[in-house]
């Protein structure tokens, strides 16, 4: 009965900005740490940011200073505000909420950046 569903994804230009959404039910997201992953084709999965402890956050070096991570508690939701996007940040966005005990996926959110 958990889901998490992530929104906002879309083709952009570079420059451009986007607001990704992760919405979850089953869980609490302030009980979770939750992690926006991304991958691009024939690349590695990588750790794009995360937001713990309610409000610790952390960042890949390559979206310092353009990317931010916040929650929503009312609704339950996890967002990545992704600015000055680049081509190379084109890939598929997923959320991740995990505990001691449980990992949970979304279904991923697909970002093209081009022009």
């Known amino acids: 009965q958990v889901q998490l569903v992530e929104s906002g994804g879309g083709v952009v230009q570079p420059g451009g900005s986007l607001k990704l959404s992760c919405a979850a039910s089953g869980i609490i997201v302030s009980a979770y740490t939750i992690n926006w992953y991304r991958q691009a084709p024939g690349k590695q999965r990588e750790l794009v940011a995360v937001i713990a402890s309610g409000t610790w956050t952390n960042y890949a070096d390559s979206v310092k200073g353009r990317f931010t991570i916040s929650r929503d508690y009312g609704k339950n939701t996890v967002y990545l505000q992704m600015n000055s996007l680049k081509p190379e940040d084109t890939a598929m966005y997923y959320c991740?909420?995990?505990?001691?005990?449980?990992?949970?996926w979304g279904q991923g959110t697909q970002v093209t950046v081009s022009s």
């Open positions: 991740n909420a995990a505990d001691t005990y449980n990992t949970f």
